[in-house]
Antibody
Framework: QVQLVESGGGLVKPGGSLRLSCAAS????????MSWIRQAPGKGLEWVSK????????YYGDSVKGRFTISRDNAKNSLYLQMDSLRAEDTAVYYC???????????????WGQGTTVTVSS | DIQMTQSPSSVSASVGDRVTITCRAS??????LAWYQQKPGKAPKLLIY???SLETGVPSRFSGSGSGTDFTLTISSLQPEDFATYYC?????????FGQGTRLEIK
């Protein structure tokens, strides 16, 4: 079945780094844009980053630009988020999500993983 | 950046009620709006895309409307499983932004 499974979350000190992964299955991964979205404890959803189907174009939210890097490996059906210079305010559940339509990002995100928790604290 | 403002922030309603949630964009976004439902401890679920298109498998009691800056999500007859938090999201331009959420509670 169609599935996204995130991994790589954990506890990291301020200023540290972490790499999240998202394993996709059940669909043609290389056909779709993919995103990372996060949710701080008790807060709403915040879009973090999106990458085009071929990995040639990346987009970032203002709060993570210059610190986070999104990438993908279509041969491995995997999405990544390299997070550097982490801050306390990056503490959140991080979800990966699939865009609904083939090679088009404006129709929302129809498949989400279960999330992985990142805690930034000394 | 485009700001998305939802109202109300929370609403109490009963099973069988009709509920409308509003989302306003700080600038025109055509029809590039999606609605999501999120239950505690779970990932969001896509309900509506392109402002008014019902996602596959979503009950027909959910409907969306609007274009430009003003949008609504309507639940025609609330069911027990509909009590959750709802978010709008603009897909007109980057950075993508979400509304702050509307918590739908049982009265």
């Amino acid at each position: 079945q169609v599935q996204l499974v995130e991994s790589g979350g954990g506890l990291v000190k301020p200023g540290g780094s972490l790499r999240l992964s998202c394993a996709a299955s059940g669909f043609t991964f290389s056909d779709v844009y993919m995103s990372w979205i996060r949710q701080a404890p008790g807060k709403g959803l915040e879009w973090v980053s999106k990458i085009s189907s071929r990995g040639s174009t990346m987009y970032y939210g203002d709060s993570v630009k210059g610190r986070f890097t999104i990438s993908r490996d279509n041969a491995k059906n995997s999405l990544y988020l390299q997070m550097d210079s982490l801050r306390a305010e990056d503490t959140a559940v991080y979800y990966c999500a699939r865009d609904r339509n083939y090679d088009f990002w404006r129709y929302g995100m129809d498949v989400w993983g279960q999330g992985t928790t990142v805690t930034v604290s000394s | 950046d485009i700001q998305m403002t939802q109202s109300p922030s929370s609403v109490s309603a009963s099973v069988g009620d009709r509920v409308t949630i509003t989302c306003r964009a700080s600038q025109g976004i055509s029809s590039w709006l999606a609605w999501y439902q999120q239950k505690p401890g779970k990932a969001p679920k896509l309900l509506i895309y392109a402002a008014s298109s019902l996602e596959t498998g979503v009950p027909s009691r959910f409907s969306g409307s609007g274009s430009g800056t003003d949008f609504t999500l309507t639940i025609s007859s609330l069911q027990p499983e509909d009590f959750a938090t709802y978010y709008c999201q603009q897909a007109n331009s980057f950075p993508i932004t979400f509304g702050q959420g509307t918590r739908l509670e049982i009265k």
